[in-house]
């Protein structure tokens, strides 16, 4: 088994399945993957705190807010 080289436009997030790589729009949403992953745990947090500040306002219902909550831990 050889192995065949790699061309320079192929893209390893692509695994080589595809001609080409990403489209631009889609480099630029993934170009912060490195900083969303160090932060999760904190846009995670303030995601619930605003879900339950929506319910103290009375903007949704303390049920759809408790689910907001769960469903962001899960």
Known sequence: MTDRPKSPAAN??????????????????????????????QDIAGSRAHAAMLAATGILSDSDAAAIGEGLLT
């Open 12 to 41: 390893q997030m692509w695994g080589g399945r595809f001609a080409s790589g990403p489209d631009a729009i889609m480099q630029a949403i993934n170009a912060s993957i490195g900083f969303d992953q160090r932060l999760y745990a």
